[in-house]
């Protein structure tokens, strides 16, 4: 009986990890999809297009440059205000680095690229607010910008980190590395593990499947942004642990002691003999009046 007994409990266990890991999945499916489209959409019902000012920017600037660099001269423009390459001055790179964000790279399409950028910066508008997309998208560009810098300085060999010389020629342009950034870092924000597969882990897959130089900085644009995420949130909570620790006990200082001022002794003064009598002086004389010479 109790053999029967402890093989019927254990088939029970074992059945009830698949119907726990659909209620996880579940669970995790639902929170993601109210993250995700219900709460950006309510925002969006909120504010209304010019909650998406931000989003409509950056997909119709990659419009503008990408049809001004159709034409020679149009292209001879974009290439020196947004062409961005390792190769370049640092701080020429760096003036560059925010115009090369709406100039598309010439080996990718560039319509499937605006839908990714506009979901991208829309939902990140939405939900982070325009400051913080704009702060997340250039930073994420920059470190990845940066750290190419280091591979092709590096050269060839280094385990793999480092990269030819001759990828210092290569255009670093468009907007993909902010795009992945977002993305990663709202997935990151938003507990949303699907959409990191889908985009971030994406993008890690392919830079490792296609080492070249356009798969690196993506993945330092998702490392970048999985470090910007985890550290989300975290400097409330410095602040309030800040505050609620006791103060440092500083050492008080010893009460001071009264030392007591001798007073010098006053010299004893000669007793003054007693004070001679106040001298009585005499009444004046009285004159005679009428009344005196009249009774004589």
């Not at 266990?13 to 209620?23: K, N």
């Not at 925002?43 to 297009?49: D, E, F, Q, V």
């Amino acid at each position: 009986m109790s053999a029967d007994g402890s093989t019927a409990g254990h088939t029970d266990q074992v059945r009830a990890v698949p119907a726990r890991l659909a209620r996880f999945t579940g669970r995790t499916l639902r929170a993601e999809w109210y993250a995700i489209v219900v709460d950006p959409v309510r925002l969006l019902a909120r504010r209304g297009l010019p909650g998406l000012l931000l989003a409509f920017v950056a997909a119709f600037g990659v419009i503008f440059f990408h049809d001004v660099a159709q034409h020679p001269t149009g292209a001879l423009w974009v290439k020196r205000l947004g062409g961005v390459t390792a190769d370049l001055p640092l701080w020429l790179s760096l003036l560059r680095t925010p115009v090369s964000l709406y100039v598309p790279a010439l080996d990718l399409p560039v319509w499937a690229g605006i839908a990714q950028l506009f979901l991208a910066f829309a939902l990140a508008e939405l939900i982070l607010g325009r400051a913080r997309t704009l702060a997340i998208a250039y930073v994420t560009t920059l470190a990845g910008t940066l750290t190419a810098r280091v591979m092709i300085a590096l050269g060839p060999g280094w385990w793999g980190f480092g990269l030819p010389h001759a990828c210092g020629k290569v255009l670093d342009t468009g907007p993909s590395a902010a795009v992945v950034g977002l993305f990663t870092y709202l997935a990151v924000v938003r507990r949303a593990p699907v959409v990191f597969t889908l985009t971030g882990g994406s993008m890690v897959w392919e830079s490792l499947a296609v080492p070249n130089l356009a798969g690196r900085e993506h993945l330092i644009a998702v490392g970048t942004s999985l470090v910007l995420g985890l550290l989300h949130g975290r400097r409330e909570r410095l602040r309030s642990l800040v505050r609620s620790a006791p103060p440092a006990r500083t050492a008080e200082p010893a009460p001071v002691r009264a030392v007591p001022v001798p007073v010098p002794a006053q010299p004893d003064r000669p007793r003054s003999a007693d004070p001679a009598p106040e001298a009585v002086l005499p009444s004046p004389e009285r004159r005679p009046t009428r009344a005196d010479v009249s009774r004589r």
